[in-house]
């Protein structure tokens, strides 16, 4: 355990947070990153790969429930590790955003905080307690929640979003990128846009993406003029379209028709336009 002045306010909003059913926190902890693995051991990496700066974990109830709040830097790098856990959970109204684990959990994500509230005994409260709880915490969890604009461009028809940090679809260079899974007919196709710091990290995207799925030829009828353009195969045989456009990198990666995966592309370059200089 460390103290640390950077968590100073996840401390006070935990000391704050308080219920009917759980009442306050019986006792506060904080974690530096290189301590996190004491308090979830085998979850850490996760976390520090979207920049988690530290872990405050209050505990209520004499122990049967926890409240984890990981301060993620940036809102972006909080909805990014929402994204990664959510799974296919219920929503639930926390925060920016939230979903409750059966009758075990409830996750959400709000400012540049992710916070996860769990029971941790047998004899755990009703789920309505941990709801309780999380809205007594995102209440008091200041600062804005908005994502960059770049990160709406992917078209809305999403079965699910996911915002990944590093190590996209397996590339170690390819990072920032959101990710959305679209059904095309009875075919599925996954959209990755991903956002280089400039254009010319974003050519050398485009490059090895292209040698690597062996990509030829470039893809017509796209809109918004990329600068490049490409189509191939992964090894599992799924088509992949891709094009660059200015720095950013957009994949169409599935087993959708070639029309699907044009119109996927066209709706993504068609809202990055406005936000190209």
């Known amino acids: 355990m460390a103290s640390n002045d950077r968590l100073a306010e996840p401390v006070a909003v935990l000391r704050g947070a308080q219920t009917r059913a759980l009442g ?115 209440a008091r969890l200041k600062g804005p929640s908005s994502l960059p604009a770049w990160t709406k461009a992917l078209p809305p028809a999403a079965s699910r979003q996911q915002y990944v940090a590093r190590n996209v679809l397996g590339h170690g260079f390819l990072t920032h990128a959101m990710l959305g899974e679209y059904r095309v007919g009875a075919a599925t196709c996954r959209l990755v846009l991903a956002r280089a710091s400039d254009e010319v990290e974003a050519r050398n995207w485009c490059r090895r993406v292209r040698d690597f799925y062996h990509g030829s030829a470039g893809t017509e009828g796209l809109a918004a003029f990329p600068s490049e353009s490409f189509r191939g195969a992964d090894q599992q045989g799924q088509r992949v379209w891709a094009a660059r456009s200015g720095q950013y990198l957009a994949l169409a990666v599935g087993d959708c028709s070639e029309d699907g995966m044009r119109q996927l592309l066209n709706a993504a370059l068609t809202r990055l336009k406005p936000l190209r200089p």
Not at 31 to 45: R, S, V, W
Not at 69 to 82: H, S, Y
Not at 87 to 107: D, F, S, Y
């Open 24 to 138: 306050r926190a019986i006792e506060v902890k904080t974690y530096l990153p290189a301590k996190m693995y004491e308090a979830i051991n085998g979850e850490a990496d996760l976390f520090l790969s979207y920049d988690c700066r530290g872990l405050v974990v209050g505990h209520y109830q004499a122990g049967t429930v926890s409240a984890e709040v990981f301060d993620q830097v940036e809102p972006i790098n909080a909805f990014g590790v929402f994204s990664q856990l959510r799974g296919e959970a219920a929503p639930v109204a926390v925060g920016a955003g939230g979903v409750q684990i059966a009758e075990e959990a409830v996750l959400f994500w709000r400012s540049r905080f992710f916070v996860r509230v769990s029971a941790t005994s047998a004899e755990r409260p009703p789920l309505a307690a941990l709801v309780e709880l999380s809205r007594s915490i995102a």
